[in-house]
Nanobody, 120 residues
Framework: QVQLVGSGGGLVRAGGSLRLSCAAS????????MRWYRQAPGNQRELVAT???????NYTDSVKGRFTISKDFAKNTVYLQMSGLKPEDTAVYYC??????????????WGQGTQVTVSS
């Protein structure tokens, strides 16, 4: 089985920065893409950022210019560098990976989530 472990969350003041990490382990043939989602209590889960194996990135409008997703797929790891944090960024952040466990078999895996809290 593939496991994803997210880390790096914490409590920061508005305007501060955090870097989240998500490392995958297990039977991994290759990484297709990795994503960061977030979910605040009572809210829908929101896709925050995506990075493909080719390095293409995409962000939700609310984080453009503030968040940067990057990867080191050789280490099966994705990062989310968050700067200029706002209280509305407060949420549990989850990583998702689409992984070829063997050639031709693509599956989605989720990390356990890491809490990001931004104070006013």
């Amino acid at each position: 089985q593939v496991q994803l472990v997210g880390s790096g969350g914490g409590l920061v003041r508005a305007g501060g920065s955090l870097r989240l990490s998500c490392a995958a382990s297990g039977r991994i043939f290759s990484m297709n893409l990795m994503r960061w989602y977030r979910q605040a209590p009572g809210n829908q889960r929101e896709l925050v950022a995506t990075i493909t194996s080719g390095g293409t990135t995409n962000y939700t409008d609310s984080v453009k210019g503030r968040f940067t997703i990057s990867k080191d797929f050789a280490k099966n790891t994705v990062y989310l560098q968050m700067s200029g944090l706002k209280p509305e960024d407060t949420a549990v952040y989850y990583c998702q990976a689409l992984i070829y466990t063997v050639p031709g078999v693509l599956s989605a895996y989720w990390g356990q989530g890491t809490q990001v809290t931004v104070s006013s």
